[in-house]
């Protein structure tokens, strides 16, 4: 199943918008919002950061994955896109197939 959705923050004075592609349930595709390019996985404990923030080992999955390749975010939740975006009101949700 292939879906665009819509988003955005906050409900009531936005000032973020984004589209979403989610590929299945758990993967989603998106366009960076800032003007800068970023290469990075996060996610998987491979960061300091990760290690004192979350208390993650190296390569121990904990459910979601990030992976920044320059202009686009791929985005895999394990509990779905639905949870990933719990916190932004979303605003159209089309099935394309």
Known sequence: MLRIVKWRFPQ???YMFQQVIVIGKRLMISSLLSDSWQW???GLG???????LFGSKPFEFRGILNIYLGKWIVSYNRDGYK???RGVAITADRVLF
């Open 12 to 14: 009531n004075n936005p």
């Open 46 to 52: 491979l960061t300091k950061a990760e290690r004192i």
């Open 83 to 85: 949870k990933h975006m």
């Open 40 to 42: 990075s996985i996060v």
